[in-house]
């Protein structure tokens, strides 16, 4: 019988994110372990991708600054780049699993 992480708060972010941005909106899905089930990881949260330059250079940079920072707070978890849509079907299945703690 298989755990599930509740995740119905990060779903909810995930899916305004979706409508607002588009599906093609990059992400870092961030992992962690529970000590219930310690063989699997689950995502818990998420960040933008790298900011994309639209026009203003002081905007963008600013918007990279925070990039790298968030970059440096997540870089001893386990993370992985993907579109907001692969990261809303992955808190989908998750959330499917039985035994939720």
Same mark, same amino acid.
């Given at each position: 019988m298989g755990l599930s992480y509740d995740n119905e708060e990060l779903l909810e972010e995930v899916k305004q994110d979706l409508v607002e941005f588009g599906s093609n909106l990059q992400v870092i899905a961030i992992y962690s372990i529970f000590p219930e089930d310690p063989d699997k990881y689950?995502? %818990?949260?998420? *960040?933008?991708?790298?900011?994309?330059?639209?026009?203003? $250079?002081? *905007?963008? =940079?600013? =918007? $990279?600054? +925070?990039? =790298?920072?968030? +970059? =440096? %707070? *997540?870089?001893? %978890?386990k993370n992985e780049k993907m579109t907001i849509k692969k990261l809303l079907d992955i808190l989908q299945k998750q959330s499917q699993i039985s035994n939720h703690f």
């Amino acid at each position: 019988m298989g755990l599930s992480y509740d995740n119905e708060e990060l779903l909810e972010e995930v899916k305004q994110d979706l409508v607002e941005f588009g599906s093609n909106l990059q992400v870092i899905a961030i992992y962690s372990i529970f000590p219930e089930d310690p063989d699997k990881y689950y995502v %818990t949260d998420y *960040i933008w991708g790298e900011p994309v330059y639209d026009s203003d $250079m002081d *905007i963008y =940079e600013e =918007e $990279m600054k +925070l990039h =790298e920072q968030e +970059l =440096e %707070t *997540i870089k001893y %978890t386990k993370n992985e780049k993907m579109t907001i849509k692969k990261l809303l079907d992955i808190l989908q299945k998750q959330s499917q699993i039985s035994n939720h703690f």
